[in-house]
């Protein structure tokens, strides 16, 4: 019998129309959690995928000797799979927990029978398979109007922790990306766009790189030309960034100025030098 071919994988763009939640689906996917065997561990992933900003390795790899109730924070061990060559660097960040996340965690330390912050019900590790299929469950539960999965709540996480880093600067979506072209690329500006530039102001311009590397720190994504996308991203969820933000019920407010403790182990970034070096020309 001729082995048929595997179905050709489906583009996003016919899957979806965008790769983010906006926040009322975030409370939709949560809410969600609600109905399902488990919702209080439930609850708390979908939580920790969007504060935290959480691949789904980091998730599924959490124990809990990396959560500190008392002090309210959270062991993590950031790109769990980046190697180079045959040794893995640990990036590790100590990030502080909103209220929320505390409430649900310590509920979920009444039910817990193992070593594994999300365990299954026989008491072994969740897999990212099965992550992937609670969270689009959830969705479908929340009636949204597209499959989604773990990375998308991720996604919208980074998207308003930017634009809480963003929002005191006052910068238009213009601005940003001619600061980014200005720093960040080699594109050659017009005598406009450098009036422009010159307009912005060196303060501003100097915090929307102080912006840029707090969110590198706290997500510790290597390439600047991946991160500008994520910083960028917080004009997709707020077109203006002109309305008070910081009032979200899942936003550590008064945690968000430092977005983690401080760096257990220090990895240096080679496209930080790098990047350095053109903000500098």
Partial sequence: MPRTLPPLKTVFQQRREREFLYLHEVDAVIAAMEKTRYPTRNKAIALLLFCQCLQPSELCWLR??????????????????????????????????????????????????????????????????????????????????????????????????AALLLQPLHLSLQQCCLLWNWHGTKVEFSRQQEREMMAIGVAKSEAFLAALKQLQSFTRIQSYDNLIDYLLGAFLLFPHLDSPIDDYWLAPVDRQPQLYRK??????ASSTSAFASSAGG
């Fill in 263 to 268: 760096d257990l182990v220090i990895t240096p």
């Fill in 64 to 161: 809990w000797s990396d959560l500190d109730l008392t002090r309210k924070t959270l062991y993590i061990i950031r790109n769990r799979e980046l190697k180079s060559g045959t040794r893995l660097h640990k990036q590790v960040n100590l990030q502080p927990l909103c209220a929320p996340e505390i409430e649900l965690l310590q509920h979920l330390a009444q039910e817990r029978r193992c070593d594994w912050l999300f365990a299954t019900e026989r008491r072994s590790r969740l897999n990212q398979r099965s992550l992937h299929y609670l969270i689009a469950q959830a969705g479908e539960s929340a009636n949204l109007p597209f499959p989604i999965h773990p990375y998308m709540l991720r996604r919208s996480g980074l998207y308003y922790r």
